[in-house]
Each structure stands twice: as structure tokens, then as C-alpha cells.
């Protein structure tokens, strides 16, 4: 596609409950990156996929969260049992390969009541 | 994680007057990367550097690399109200498996009173 598209743009969900992020990159982005930014705060980096290399995960907070890149394209960011300080925006962005500038998505808001 | 020193804050301007922000690092970066921010929305890149001393301009932006490679700032010249949002400076790691990653400043809210 023409941007990287993340959806839902919002998400709200019960403490406890299991939410899933989409994210679909550029066409032909190999680097796919998540980022988490919470209120006040600046990115925060979660997890990186590049091409069929194994994701450097070293940015996941717990083990409630993990992310898959199915065929090298989309993205999907999965949080268990959501607590309340799961709440923030969630970035996705791609890139044509891992040194160039990024182009983010529009981010999924994420609100744990 | 570690995060970048960016300043200000915040920022309440009238529109016409020059802006100026500034990131601080204790590391070494090879490339600096500042991005603008409209609510609702993920930030969107401005301008990119690339070597220690470089000076790049975009439009109304000038942003440069320090010569240390542990700083960056970033020029706004003759304010505009569509210049609202928030600024962030990143940096990426000049060496290690890890050089895609993004260390981001906690940003600068800009706003520009018409």
C-alpha cells in the first residue's frame, strides 16, 4: 500500500482481556518495527523484523506480549491479559531495509479500563 | 531504555517568530533524524543527518549534527500555526547488531499562537 496501515485506530479493553495489533507495511519493506509511546513519553522500542532473520524481541516489556510477521508483510502484536499500564499508542513502522529512515503508521490507541 | 535529552518541553510561540530545540545524547550516534507529530497520527520524518558537522535545510527547517556526534538540534524559521504538534529527535547507533534501532527524545510540544 501507499502508507503503513495499522488498525483498530483505537482499541479499548477490559483488564485482563487479550487485544491483538495489526499492522500492514509498505509493499516491499523488509524492516518491519513496533514501537509503544505512552503519554509524555517518547518512543519506546518493542520489537524489530527484518526479511527471514529471527526479530530481536529485546524490547518487549513482558512475556504477555509477543509478535508474529506472518510471509514477511503484516505485522500482528498480541498483548495478554492487558493491565491498565498497557495503556498507549502502539507504532508500527517499515522500512526498505534496516538503515533507512522509517515511515510509521498512524498508530492503534490502546486504553485498559 | 536509554533516551535522549531533548529540549524544551514544551514551547508557546507567535506565529512569525523563529523556533529552536535541541537534543543531548551520552552515546555516539552516526545518524540523527528528527520527526514532527500531529495528534492522532504517527510521526512523519523532517530532515535526516547523516555526518558529524552536517547542516540540511528543509523549507523553513534547518537541523544539524554535532560535531561530537552526541548532539543535534533543529531550526524553525518564521513559525506558521500549522507547525503545531510535537517534535522528537532520534538517534541510531553508529555500530552493533542493533544500529536499526531508534532512540527517540521524550519530544517538544510546539504551539503557535496566530
Known amino acids: 500500500g501507499a502508507g503503513v496501515s495499522q488498525s483498530p485506530s483505537n482499541k479499548v479493553t477490559e483488564k485482563g482481556k487479550d487485544v491483538e495489533l495489526r499492522c500492514d507495511p509498505i509493499?516491499?519493506?523488509?524492516?518491519l518495527y513496533w514501537y509503544r509511546q505512552s503519554l509524555g513519553q517518547g518512543l519506546e522500542f518493542l520489537i524489530y523484523?527484518?526479511?527471514?532473520?529471527?526479530?530481536?524481541k529485546s524490547g518487549l516489556p513482558s512475556d504477555r506480549f509477543s509478535a508474529e510477521r506472518t510471509g514477511g508483510s503484516v505485522s500482528t502484536l498480541t498483548i495478554q491479559r492487558t493491565q491498565q499500564e498497557d495503556s498507549a499508542v502502539y507504532l508500527c513502522?517499515?522500512?526498505?531495509?534496516?538503515?533507512?529512515?522509517?515511515?510509521f503508521g498512524s498508530g492503534t490507541r490502546l486504553t485498559v479500563v | 531504555g536509554q533516551q535522549l535529552n531533548q529540549s524544551p518541553q514544551s514551547m508557546f510561540i507567535q506565529e512569525g517568530e523563529d523556533v529552536s530545540m535541541n537534543c543531548t545524547s551520552s552515546?555516539?550516534?552516526?545518524?540523527w533524524l528528527w520527526y514532527k507529530q500531529d495528534p492522532g497520527e504517527g510521526p512523519v520524518l523532517l530532515i535526516a543527518?547523516?555526518?558529524?558537522?552536517e547542516l540540511t535545510s528543509n523549507g523553513r527547517l534547518t537541523a544539524q549534527f554535532g560535531i561530537t556526534r552526541k548532539d543535534s538540534f533543529l531550526n524553525i524559521s518564521a513559525s506558521i500555526p500549522s507547525d503545531v504538534g510535537i517534535y522528537f529527535c532520534?538517534?541510531?547507533?553508529?555500530?552493533?547488531?542493533?544500529?536499526?534501532?531508534?532512540?527517540f527524545g521524550k519530544g517538544t510540544l510546539l504551539t503557535v499562537n496566530p
Open positions: 513502522a517499515s522500512s526498505p531495509d534496516s538503515g533507512s529512515g522509517y515511515t
Open positions: 509493499s516491499g519493506h523488509t524492516a
Open positions: 523484523f527484518q526479511g527471514n532473520s529471527a526479530p530481536d
Open positions: 552515546s555516539i550516534f552516526n545518524t
Open positions: 543527518l547523516y555526518k558529524a558537522g
Open positions: 532520534a538517534g541510531q547507533k553508529a555500530s552493533g547488531g542493533s544500529n536499526y534501532k531508534l532512540t
